[in-house]
DNA sequence: GCCCAGGTGGGTA
DNA sequence: TACCCACATGGG
């Protein structure tokens, strides 16, 4: 029986608290670390921002100006340097081109034109899009990620072969299309599957445990 | 030392 | 479609 996604979300808030993803932060950075961040962990992409801000770069233009290899140098520490300045320089380049360099004029865009126009560009795949369009814009586009496939699949309540866009669906047809609910709710799974999903005893004290079907978390 | 982290794109059958 | 692989640094 699959839980109100409602349900899930209380007893994950009740556990944890408000997660605060990118808060006070400029929708550049935000836009930045979405890049940065995939595959890797949040405590690296900070340093590599922390270079940027450094160096007084994060703006479109002027990190658009930078020469590739000194991009690559400055993002660094968070890991995959080359594919990821290859790729924030891809995604620079369409902000500069497209929106003559302005955010704000970007996020006027229709929220599914833009999604599209965004997974155009090489580098950018449906997570660093949602991201940069909830966290960046807080446009109501829900962001699924590898714990959103791990926790739901584990407990039956998702295929284990669903697909990205399968998950998005079921989450935007299931919730009020709300930026601050789908920010914190993706937040939440990120920080239930990172304490609990790869623990052994796996589950033990999780907050979704009681909604495990008998038998404990499935496997494929 | 080993495993993993808030993915994406390319290659092969 | 279904796998398999490269990409790379830093923390537990």
């Given amino acids: 029986m699959k839980p109100h996604l409602e349900d899930v979300y209380r007893r994950l808030l009740e556990a944890y608290g408000p997660q605060n993803w990118w ?7 935000v836009l930045v670390g ?11 992409v900070h340093k590599a921002i922390a270079n940027l801000r450094e160096a007084d770069l994060l703006e479109p233009r002027a990190l658009f100006a930078v020469p590739a290899e000194e991009l690559e140098e400055l993002i660094r520490p968070a890991g995959y340097y080359r594919v990821k300045a290859r790729r ?4 620079l380049e369409f902000v500069v081109q497209r929106y003559n360099g302005s955010l704000e004029a970007m996020f006027q ?7 599209q126009e965004l997974l155009s560009v090489h580098g950018i795949g449906p997570e660093t899009a949602d991201s940069i369009l909830l966290y960046a814009g807080n446009l109501p586009t ?4 590898t714990y959103t496939y791990r926790v739901f699949s584990r407990h039956g309540w998702a295929a284990f072969d669903a697909t990205y866009d399968d998950l998005k669906e079921e989450f935007e047809s299931g919730l009020p299309a709300d930026p601050a609910l789908y920010n914190e709710y993706h ?13 052994t005893p796996r589950c033990q004290g999780c907050p979704l445990a009681p909604l495990l079907p008998r038998g404990g978390p499935l496997e494929p």
């Fill in 23 to 29: 808060p006070g932060q400029s929708p550049f950075e």
């Fill in 34 to 44: 979405a890049v940065l961040v995939q595959n890797t962990s949040w405590k690296n």
């Fill in 88 to 91: 924030l320089r891809n995604l």
């Fill in 109 to 115: 865009t229709p929220l599914h034109q833009l999604r």
């Fill in 142 to 145: 829900f962001v699924v990620d």
């Fill in 187 to 199: 937040a939440l799974l990120v920080r239930v599957g990172n304490q609990h999903c790869r623990k």
